[in-house]
């Protein structure tokens, strides 16, 4: 056998060989120039994923150079200010996140949001009923008229653009620090960079049909299923030809009575049921108010309950006589079951 060669203490260390600058990331060329390439950018989110920053990054870096490198780059060399930009917006990120996370997210969640749904389809079926009555004004004019806002316009789609910047100043004024508010022409730009391409930009297509079915079909992919022979497609069409000069049995006729027998048996089973569920959840709920309280609970802010409202605003469920009935069969079994179904929204919320 050899004799293995020892191995010695002074042995250089694995250097790390840099790559060429050109074929670094747009975000490390651009945001960080005089960052090493052996050390990480800092975390855009405190409780975010690597993956989510740097894409955060890209989209941070390709929208400064569409709108701050053309024209910046024509009055000076210097490469400074852009990763200056890029930091009060990472900052302002960071402020962002954590007042998102230190919010009351179930009372946004299951109250404010489905409120402000409710009255908004409210008010649409009344501009609508009120279009029907006149028809000089359009619906959007009726709608305007009773929900009126300072940034919309009944002859245009469009949101103001003062305002979304007025909004924008507030927001900036709220979350950064006192020497990057005071920093004029950085505060501009960054409030010109979420006015024009973040929301002026990307949020109109968000609410357009097309963008939202385009990204219901990416998520769902391509079907899988399997696919049907050309030769049994051809069997199938022939024996439909077949079949076709036979003559077809009609449909027994229905009259209005059977319809109107069928109707009521159909009600009565579907009472009798949800009887039985009421009397299963009023045992529930006299066993959970034997329990002993819970003294530091908070008090109830009946979230199932506005879901449940918002549901039926959306579908317009007391406008008729069967939807309207089992809405109110379900506000009795929600109304039972409210400690639990609130204390599982707090927690699905989390």
């Known amino acids: 056998m050899s004799a293995q060669r020892p191995v010695s203490l002074h042995s250089s260390p694995a250097v790390y060989a840099p790559v060429p600058a050109s074929t670094l990331p747009l975000y490390r060329r651009l945001l960080f120039p005089s960052l090493l390439q052996a050390t990480l950018p800092p975390a855009v989110f405190l ?19 569409s709108h701050v490198t053309p024209w910046y780059a024509r009055l000076t060399r210097d490469r400074t200010f852009v990763p200056q930009v890029s930091a ?3 900052h302002l990120l960071k402020e962002i996140e954590g007042r998102v996370l230190a919010a009351d997210l179930p009372l946004l969640v299951y109250t404010t949001l489905p409120a402000l749904v409710e009255q908004h389809y409210a008010d649409y079926r009344a ?9 000089s004004s359009s619906i959007s004019d009726c709608f305007t008229a009773l929900q009126p806002h300072v940034a919309l316009s009944p002859n245009s789609t469009s949101v103001n653009t003062e305002y979304i910047r007025q909004a924008i100043d507030h927001v900036l004024k ?60 051809h069997l199938n069409v022939a024996s439909s030809n077949r079949y076709q000069d036979q003559p077809v049995a009609k449909p027994p006729v229905t009259s209005m009575r059977q319809m109107l027998v069928l109707f009521i048996n159909t009600l009565h089973s579907l009472t009798s049921v949800l009887h039985s569920v009421v009397s299963f959840l009023q045992a529930i709920s006299r066993f959970l108010s034997t329990l002993p309280a819970n003294k530091g ?54």
């Open 47 to 65: 409780h975010g994923t690597p993956e989510l920053d740097v894409a955060t990054y890209e989209l941070i870096a390709v929208i400064l150079r």
């Open 127 to 135: 501009a609508r009923l009120r279009h029907s009555l006149s028809s």
């Open 88 to 90: 009060v917006i990472v």
């Open 297 to 350: 609970a908070s008090k109830p802010r009946y979230y199932a309950s506005s879901l449940l409202l918002v549901v039926a605003a959306i579908l317009n469920l007391s406008a008729r006589l069967v939807s309207g009935l089992l809405l109110s069969y379900l506000s009795i079994i929600v109304a039972l079951l409210q400690p639990l179904l609130d204390r599982y929204a707090c927690t699905a919320s989390l």
């Open 174 to 233: 709220t979350c950064l620090l006192e020497e990057d508010w005071e920093a004029e022409s950085e505060r501009t730009i960054v409030r010109e960079v979420l006015a024009g391409p973040v929301l002026g930009g990307v949020l109109p297509r968000l609410a357009q049909p097309w963008f939202l079915f385009g990204l219901l079909l990416s998520a769902v992919g391509k079907g899988t299923g399997p696919k049907v022979p050309v030769s049994r497609v």
